[in-house]
């Protein structure tokens, strides 16, 4: 699909995902990258207490599914060497 974008419009695209299985991201980004379309790789980071309290302000608990894939979430973009590193600590949607 983003392909099939990527050859009709001509402008930015911005497609938010999460991206922690590297299959998935060779399978998006990577076949993106071979077909020679720019592609810029964000990974915007914060720490695990900052993001459940987004999560909380969402009401999301630190039971719900999206609290329990933080620790997945965040040792995956650890290990991510492709992306720039957006560090979102004390940020907020506001700014």
């Known amino acids: 699909m ?3 974008v990527a ?3 001509d402008g930015v695209l911005v497609v938010p995902m999460t ?3 590297p299959a998935y ?3 998006n980004i990577g076949t993106l990258r071979l077909e020679s379309i720019e592609v810029r790789h964000f990974v915007l980071l914060a720490s695990k207490a900052t993001l459940l309290k987004r999560l909380r302000k969402c009401f999301d608990g630190k039971n719900s599914w999206p ?3 933080i ?3 965040l040792d ?3 290990c991510d060497v492709y992306a720039e590193v957006v560090d979102t600590e ?3 949607s506001a700014r």
């Open 2 to 4: 983003l392909l099939w």
């Open 7 to 9: 050859a009709r419009y």
């Open 19 to 21: 991206l922690t299985n």
């Open 25 to 27: 991201e060779a399978e």
């Open 67 to 69: 609290a329990q894939q």
């Open 71 to 73: 620790d997945r979430c």
């Open 76 to 78: 995956a973009f650890a």
């Open 90 to 92: 004390g940020q907020t």
